[in-house]
C-alpha cells in the first residue's frame, strides 16, 4: 500500500465527531477511494480495519451516500465482507439493490434471510441474481408478486426445487406473459411443462412454438401431442354428498361441528358441498379451490359462510393436497382471515357465482 490505512484514523474522528454531512461523505469517498486501489493485495486485518472504518461511516451518512458505496462495491470480490452485509441489509432499495443483485460476497444465508424479511422491491433485485440455489428461489417464489416471479423466471441461471417450479406454474394461472417465459426455460421438468401448456391458451401456445429454440419447440410439440391424445377427464359426481348436506340444512344439523366432523372423516367432498351450499355455488368449483395450490383462496368462501377461524384451521390443516400446510403458512393465514371482512368475502363469491353463469352459458 502506498498510504497505511491508519493515516486516515484522524480524518476519520473530526468528520465523525464535528464534522459536516459533506465532511463524512468525503470521508467515506476517500476511505472506500484508498481500499479500491490496493484492496487486492490486503491482507485479512488490513481488509477487518476497512471494514470497521467503512461500517462507521455508513451509520453516519445519509441513503445518497450510502447508495453510492453499494454501486462502488458491489462488483468487487474482494469488497469487505461486514459493510456489504450492512449494506444488503439496508431497508431503502437504492442502498441494497446493487449489492443484492451483483455481489459475490453475499452467501445463501444472507440471501435467505433477505428474501424472507425484505419487500417486493428487495426481491426484485435478488431475482436478477446470477446462479441463485434453490434455497433462495424457493423463498422468491413464495413471497413474490407477479413482476418478481417474471424476472426470476427470466433468470436463466438460477434454479428451482421441485415446489419452486410447481409454484412458479401455479403463479402463471392467467399469466400469458409467464406461461412465455417459463415455457422456453430449457430446465423445465417435462411434468411441470405438461401442467403449464395445460394453462396456457391455444394463441400463447402458437407463439411458444414460433419463438422457442428448435429443441425447445420439439419438446413443446410432444407434451401438446400428448396433451391432445389424452381422453376427457370423467366428470366428478358430488351427487351424493350433496344429498346429504341439503338434507341437513333443511333438518338445521349444517353447523360448524358438522363441518368439523366431515373434516375429520376425511370427507372432503362433503365439505366443499357444505360451503357450495353455504354460498350459492356449484360444488365443483368449491371442490377446486379445496383441492387447489392456493390455500389463501380457501379463507374466501369460509369467511362468506361465518365460520370460526378454528373450523378453518382444521379445514386447511387436513385439507386433500400434498404437501401438507406448515406452520408458517397458517400463521399468514390466520392473520389474513382476520383482516378479511365478510363484505368483501361476499363480494368475491358473487363474482364467482356470476362467472359460473357465464361460463355455462358459453360464446
Not at 22 to 35: E, G, N, P, W, Y
Not at 80 to 88: G, N, R, S, T, W
Not at 108 to 127: P, R
Not at 229 to 247: C, H, I
Request: proline letters at 4%; a negative charge.
Amino acid at each position: 500500500m502506498q498510504q497505511p490505512v491508519y493515516s486516515i484514523i484522524t480524518e476519520l474522528e473530526d468528520a465523525v465527531s464535528g464534522g459536516s454531512s459533506a465532511k463524512r461523505i468525503s470521508t467515506l469517498r476517500r476511505v472506500t477511494d484508498l481500499f479500491l486501489y490496493d484492496g487486492e493485495r490486503l491482507n485479512d486485518e488490513q481488509v477487518k480495519v476497512f471494514d470497521d472504518v467503512l461500517c462507521f461511516l455508513i451509520a453516519r451518512v445519509e441513503t445518497r451516500a450510502r447508495a453510492e458505496l453499494a454501486k462502488r462495491l458491489a462488483p468487487v470480490d474482494y469488497a469487505p465482507f461486514e459493510v456489504i452485509q450492512h449494506l444488503a441489509f439496508d431497508d431503502e432499495i437504492e442502498v441494497a439493490g446493487d449489492v443484492l443483485t451483483n455481489s459475490s460476497r453475499l452467501g445463501t444465508e444472507a440471501l435467505v434471510k433477505i428474501a424472507s424479511t425484505k419487500g417486493q422491491e428487495h426481491l426484485l433485485a435478488i431475482s436478477a441474481r446470477a446462479n441463485l440455489p434453490e434455497a433462495v428461489t424457493d423463498v422468491i417464489v413464495d413471497r413474490g408478486g407477479d413482476i418478481v416471479i417474471r424476472r426470476l423466471a427470466n433468470n436463466a441461471s438460477a434454479r428451482f426445487s421441485e415446489a419452486g417450479y410447481s409454484g412458479m406454474v401455479a403463479h402463471a394461472e392467467g399469466d400469458d406473459e409467464l406461461i412465455e417465459i417459463l415455457g422456453l426455460r430449457v430446465d423445465l421438468p417435462a411434468k411441470f411443462l405438461r401442467d403449464l401448456l395445460r394453462r396456457a391458451k391455444d394463441a400463447v401456445r402458437d407463439r411458444l412454438l414460433k419463438i422457442a429454440p428448435a429443441s425447445v419447440a420439439e419438446e413443446i410439440r410432444r407434451v401438446l401431442d400428448g396433451i391432445a391424445r389424452e381422453e376427457p377427464v370423467p366428470t366428478r359426481d358430488f351427487s351424493v354428498a350433496e344429498q346429504l348436506v341439503k338434507l341437513m340444512k333443511e333438518l338445521g344439523e349444517l353447523d360448524e361441528a358438522a363441518i368439523v366432523k366431515f373434516v375429520g372423516g376425511g370427507k372432503f367432498d362433503e365439505v366443499s358441498a357444505t360451503l357450495a351450499v353455504l354460498n350459492d355455488v356449484p360444488t365443483a368449483l368449491m371442490a377446486r379451490v379445496m383441492e387447489g395450490p392456493r390455500a389463501d383462496l380457501l379463507l374466501i368462501p369460509c369467511k362468506s359462510a361465518g365460520l370460526d377461524w378454528m373450523v378453518v384451521e382444521s379445514i386447511l390443516r387436513h385439507r386433500p393436497v400434498v404437501p401438507r400446510v406448515d406452520d408458517k403458512t397458517l400463521w399468514q393465514a390466520h392473520r389474513d382471515y382476520g383482516r378479511l371482512s365478510p363484505e368483501t368475502a361476499q363480494r368475491t363469491v358473487r363474482f364467482w357465482q356470476l362467472h359460473n353463469r357465464i361460463e355455462k352459458a358459453g360464446p
